[in-house]
């Protein structure tokens, strides 16, 4: 009899060990063993239900329903979700276990706890719910933001930069737009000449890199008659006049001359000029706006932009970020400008996802303005509905496929060459396949594998 015990005692403490709870019965129902992770599962213990039957601990409500009573009914395994009086969930399997006869002796239920499982489950929701909530009104106050302006944009630091305009906007302090050609220094300057205490008067634009030098002093402050030759008999007054009460916007203020500089200090200053040929000061009360894509700090360190007019200008600076850094507007300025040219041309073109792919990764030197040309083109150069990859300019193929990086030929982190490699493959197992499924046979992975390591590289 000892051995017996001694084996008895062996499995009761294998049966214990297990992480899983372990319920056992006999083939009336009656509760025979009940292991340690049971109790820890359930929060119930084991003196409360060892000698018990099924049917009394359903009734007694200790738990919801039992997968044992199922299997003595169906005589085959059985699994479900079992909650306990203690508040905690289980998932249970229940299996028979026969003797020579087919009648059942014991039946053994593994135990799983499930309830951090539906606590998780819960809190996910509940992050869905708020991420949802979040995004909604997120896109309530980018709307909000961008409203009275004809900028695109959905960035975020091209948002924050919208968000800086119109926070400068109310006051009459001046503004230096700095940022590279085609950027939209433009429609930044309107923005805050709309959202301004001005927007009622003047808006006006000097491209100072546009005007001949010779001309520059006449068109900014005027002249008076007979000035010099070739001036009108009745004078003219000049753009400062045109604007005052309202707002000046001087584009390309790096191209100014220095001698034209000194003028505009002195506007700056003391609000007041003189006409060209004049003696008399004229007094104007303008808001100024400036831009450059030029580096003034440079300009200053060289002689050819003065420190005094810099400092005068550069009281609010705000640069605009090239659109190679602001990724994400790219694909709703393409939209833009795709239902813009639709509406102009009376087309019905779109873009495949492809041709969208190219122009996403490219690098866009010229901004902005060069996005808005390239769509024109390819929709007026296209025959078809639908742009393809190969509808696009050549400049824009090779340089998407310049960026495939060989890795044999650098050396970088290797999760960085890993990720390239396999947007690489990606790319190019669609290109040659042209659907999701094929490619993802030809690359030994799951069609929604393919998918979703292709969101994660776009």
Known sequence: ?????????????????????????????????????????????????LGRNMNDLVREGYISQSATLLVLNNKKVNTIEQNFKTGKKALVTATPVFDEDGNITMVVTNVRDITELYELKKRLNENEHLTKKYCIELEK???????????IAKDKKMLSVVQMAKRVAPLDTTVLLVGETGVGKDE???????????????????????????????ELFGYEKGAFTGASKDGKIGLFEVADEGTLFLDEIGELPLDMQVKLLRV???NE????????????????????????????????????LYYRLNIVPIT???????????????????RKLNDKYKFNKSLSSEAL?????????????????????????????????????????????????NIENEVIPLKKALDKVEKYM???AFDKYGNVRDAAKALEIDPSTFVRKRKKHI
């Open 357 to 405: 792919d190219c122009l996403y990764n490219y690098e866009w030197k010229g901004n902005v303005r060069e996005l808005k040309n390239i769509v024109e083109r390819i929709m007026v150069m296209t025959s078809g509905d639908v742009i393809t990859k190969e509808d696009l300019p050549k400049e824009i193929l090779i340089w998407n496929e310049e960026q495939n990086i």
């Open 141 to 151: 106050m980018r709307i909000e933001l961008l409203k009275n302006t004809n900028i």
């Open 268 to 270: 700056l200053q003391d």
């Open 273 to 308: 000029f003189k006409r060209v040929g004049g003696v008399k000061s004229i007094k104007v009360d303008v808001r100024i706006l400036a831009a450059t894509n030029r580096n003034l700090e440079e300009m200053v360190e060289q002689k050819t932009f003065r420190e005094d």
């Open 320 to 338: 605009i970020p090239p659109l190679r850094d602001r990724k994400d507007d790219i694909i709703p300025l393409i939209n833009y400008f795709l």
């Open 426 to 428: 990606l790319k190019m």
């Open 188 to 218: 930044i300057a309107k923005c805050i000449y709309r959202s301004s205490n001005r927007n009622n008067k003047q808006f006006i634009k000097i491209n100072c890199g546009a005007i001949p030098k010779p001309l520059i002093e006449a």
């Open 1 to 49: 009899m000892v051995p017996n015990k001694n084996i008895y005692d062996k499995i009761n403490d294998i049966i214990d060990s297990s992480f899983d709870g372990i319920y056992i019965t006999d083939g009336e129902a009656n509760t025979l063993i009940v292991n340690k992770a049971y109790e820890r599962i359930t929060g119930i213990n084991k003196e409360e239900l």
